[in-house]
Nanobody
Framework: QAQLVESGGGLVQAGGSLRLSCAASGRIFIINDMGWYRQAPGKERELVATITSGHSTNYADSVKGRFTISRDNAKNTVHLQMNTLKPEDTAVYYC??????????????WGQGTQVTVSS
C-alpha cells in the first residue's frame, strides 16, 4: 500500500501564487505518471496537469502558461506551481499517482485533497 499526502493549499487573491506539494510514501517500487486534478463545487473532477517519470508534461488548456508541474523522482514528490491565479481556479486539488508496488501490480492512488480558494 502507498499513500499520497498533499500540502500547500490556501486562500489567495486573484493574480497571486500558490505552490502545491504531494509526497508519496509506503511500499513503492516505482511511480509512473503523477498528476494534479481539481474539483470545483457542483462540477466533475478535471485534469489540471500530469507528468511522466521522464518529466514529460501535459496541461489543461485553462492553466497553460500559468501552472507548472514538476517532480522529484528520488523523493517521490510532485509539485504544482500556480501563478496568476483566477477565481475560477477555486477548487479542491487532488494529487494522483500510478504506483507499482513490490508485488508487481500498478494501482492509481489519490491524495485526500487540498482546498485552493482564489478571491476576486
Amino acid at each position: 500500500q502507498a499513500q499520497l499526502v498533499e500540502s500547500g493549499g490556501g486562500l489567495v487573491q486573484a493574480g497571486g501564487s500558490l505552490r502545491l506539494s504531494c509526497a508519496a510514501s509506503g511500499r513503492i517500487f516505482i511511480i509512473n505518471d503523477m498528476g494534479w486534478y481539481r474539483q470545483a463545487p457542483g462540477k466533475e473532477r478535471e485534469l489540471v496537469a500530469t507528468i511522466t517519470s521522464g518529466h514529460s508534461t501535459n496541461y489543461a488548456d485553462s492553466v497553460k502558461g500559468r501552472f507548472t508541474i514538476s517532480r522529484d523522482n528520488a523523493k517521490n514528490t510532485v509539485h504544482l506551481q500556480m501563478n496568476t491565479l483566477k477565481p475560477e481556479d477555486t477548487a479542491v486539488y487532488y494529487c494522483n499517482a500510478d504506483i507499482r508496488g513490490y508485488s508487481g501490480g500498478i494501482r492509481g492512488y489519490w491524495g485526500q485533497g487540498t482546498q485552493v480558494t482564489v478571491s476576486s
